[in-house]
């Protein structure tokens, strides 16, 4: 027992003393898929040398001139998330953590959607790789599991985005 102990508080100390280091602030744009909004605008919070909080905000808009009619559809949301951040080596780190979506959809009568208009709610998480170059720019891959709570469906969003840090 006493060996497992002492084996959990060495890989403990040696994966925190390995940890990344997180930038006060970071900003730039997500490009993103699935049922999510294409380009947000991210921002990245850092709250400790391992923990930060992401923000991103998303607007959609379609308009389609049909010969039986113009369909107009528009929405926003607006997600946060909460990530554990761990070094792989250098500047290249991965991250984990949840979140949740918040947002409104609107469609005209006759635009076919699943959803109704108005507000909705999402759970989410978010799994990552970033890559941050010498001159400051953070390149980061990662897939966002999205599950509908109120009006909104199930699906992963998978995001390329490219930020700036401030020093």
Not at 78 to 103: A, D
Request: aromatic share 14%.
């Amino acid at each position: 027992m006493k060996k497992n102990i002492l084996f959990l508080l060495l890989t403990l100390t040696l994966s925190v003393s390995s940890s990344a280091q997180i930038a006060q602030h970071v900003l730039g744009l997500r490009f993103g898929s699935g049922d999510g909004f294409g380009t947000e605008v991210s921002y990245q919070h850092g709250l400790s040398a391992v923990n930060r909080l992401e923000i991103d905000l998303g607007m959609n808009s379609h308009h389609e001139n049909q010969p039986n009619g113009t369909f107009n559809y528009s929405s926003w949301g607006l997600t946060g998330l909460y990530h554990w951040v761990f070094k792989i080596e250098n500047e290249l780190n991965w991250y984990i953590g949840p979140g949740g979506k918040i947002g409104s959809l609107y469609h005209e009568q006759g635009f076919v959607h699943n959803y109704q208009n108005g507000f909705f709610l999402v759970a989410a998480g978010d799994i990552g790789v970033d890559y941050t170059f010498p001159v400051g720019i953070q390149v980061a891959l990662n897939a966002r599991p999205e599950f509908g709570l109120i009006n909104h469906g199930t699906n992963i969003n998978v995001g390329l985005a490219v930020r700036y840090r401030f020093r």
